[in-house]
């Protein structure tokens, strides 16, 4: 049986919003009972995202839990207005 694969490349507005929500989501582990993977990177604006599988059932479920997770964030984003851009001090 092989595995079964989705990529998602997700555009936000800004690096900033990307980052944000990339921050947010990476902390959320497939559990391993799953049998799922999943791998979050960052890319300028993008954030690209990718489930593995063998089970197409396992694989739908990670995806609509991801999904619920990604409409929470931006639904807050857009809420309170975007991230306020960071500065690094030395």
Do not use: C, W
């Not at 690096?15 to 791998?39: F, H, M, N």
Request: aromatic share 12%; glycine share 4%; hydrophobic share 40%.
């Amino acid at each position: 049986m092989s595995n079964i694969k989705v990529d998602l490349f997700i555009p936000f507005p800004t690096v900033r919003e990307a980052d944000v929500v990339y921050q947010v989501l990476r902390i959320d582990k497939e559990p391993s009972r799953s049998g799922v993977t999943k791998k979050l990177t960052l890319n300028n604006n993008f954030l690209e995202v990718s489930f593995s599988g063998k089970e197409a059932r396992k694989v739908r479920v990670a995806l609509t839990s991801f999904f619920e997770h990604l409409l929470l964030v931006t639904e807050t984003i857009e809420q309170f207005g975007p991230p306020a851009p960071t500065y690094d001090y030395y």
